[in-house]
């Protein structure tokens, strides 16, 4: 019999009558929401495609949809209409290695044995991309992967990184894998993997190559199975100044500042210099995405797929007068978290649910195999919050989050921290000891 799925303006609601059809072609329930009646729709027993778009440093707040007027986000505003809009959704680690090592195994760092910046995540690790195999999917990754051996002393930004091959036993268990380690090259970078080989250069912007490495994926692969698939991006990290083709960035002049930005000309000055081309890197991402829906959903008639966008961190620029990530303030740890239910099921909604990137995985599981529990092997490890989603269940209460080691770069936060997060106020304790609350 089919699972169910829903969507309604609010998490917190009790159903006050059950309905079944004939035979086992489906299940309706009603949900007194706010005085209405609302239905609940049934999908077929067919386990649904999960199509994962996971950028880099995109804050909560940077989208039109959002509020903020800098952003050029027109696909994003539009999959938001469509889609379950976790408002309050957060990173488990604001710092690009540690959250994709908690999201890929839905284990924190360190316990995931990802305890600093240049740390692999360990060969024997198990990951959800093994799971969704184990269940008969088809399991793809394009992009930045960032979870294999880098070395220390070379450039961050430059060829010297993106030319490390990934090897395939280090690939997390995806069976097709088309990407690179980092580099941060946003413009004619180094890619490697199933369908390429060894690194090689391919032009264009990094965004619209992943759309094109995915719709070859789609036109060519056969694609009997339903897939399982992470697609991974830089943008709209820095480098700021590269510019993405086809973009017209705005001067920084034009940028309208939080109002978290200090009064400092030297911070109002280098956070608007850095927004005009962070702003340039959305726009040209959301585009990108825009073409992966699209072609997302033709290839699979757009009747059976989750789609998700949310990124692994966010961006202080400037608020508090603080820059970067790795800190426990809203900008840095809140991210934007899209899903997108397969089509014709359930309601779009703007939810205040308290989840983290680190149950992103677990709950996706419990959506696509909802009688099968998974085993994480933590106590601390992501909590499967598909009854939720589908408003059958309370979410949680609050979220945690951390900075398990110091990153030796500039502008970072200078100090590894602890924190629980809830709807109003998070406790942060150093890892010197020191307490202190932030309120939001």
Known sequence: ??????????????????????????????????????????????????????????????????GDGNAATPFIDSLAEESIDFFQAVTPHPMGVFARAAFLTGIPCPENGVVGYFDPLPENALTIAHRFQEGGYNTAFFGKWQLFGRD?????????????????????????????????????????????????????????????????????????????????MDAPHPPYGEEPPGINSSRPDSILLADEVPDDPVARECSRRELAGYYGHIEATDRAIGRIFRETKHRFDGQNTIFVFTSVHGDMHGSFGLFRKGWPHEDSVRVPLLLSLPEGVGFARRDPMLISLLDLGPSLLGLCFPDDPFDFGSGDSGRNLSQSILLKSE????????????????????YAWKASRRIDVTEVIRDDGTRFTLDH
């Open 152 to 232: 220390r002393n070379a450039p961050l930004v430059g060829v010297e990184h993106a030319k490390i091959e990934v090897p395939e036993n280090r690939r997390g268990g995806f069976q097709f894998w088309e990407g690179f380690e980092s580099g941060f090259l946003l413009n004619h970078g180094y890619y490697h993997g199933t369908g390429i080989g060894p690194p090689t250069r391919i032009e264009g912007y990094q965004s619209d190559v992943l759309a094109e490495r995915w719709s070859r994926y789609l036109n060519s692969e056969s694609i009997d199975n339903p897939v399982f698939a992470c697609i991974s």
């Open 1 to 66: 019999m089919g699972h169910l799925w829903a969507g309604l303006v609010s998490t917190r609601c009790q159903p006050i009558v059950v309905l079944l059809a004939s035979g086992l072609v489906s299940i309706r329930l009603l949900y007194q929401v706010h005085g209405f009646a609302v239905e609940m729709m049934a999908i077929p027993e067919k386990r649904p495609n999960v199509v994962v778009v996971m950028t880099t440093q995109w804050r909560a707040r940077a989208t039109g949809y959002g």
């Open 395 to 414: 979410g949680p209460e609050s979220q945690s989050i951390s900075m398990p080691s110091v990153v030796p770069f500039d502008k970072q936060c200078p």
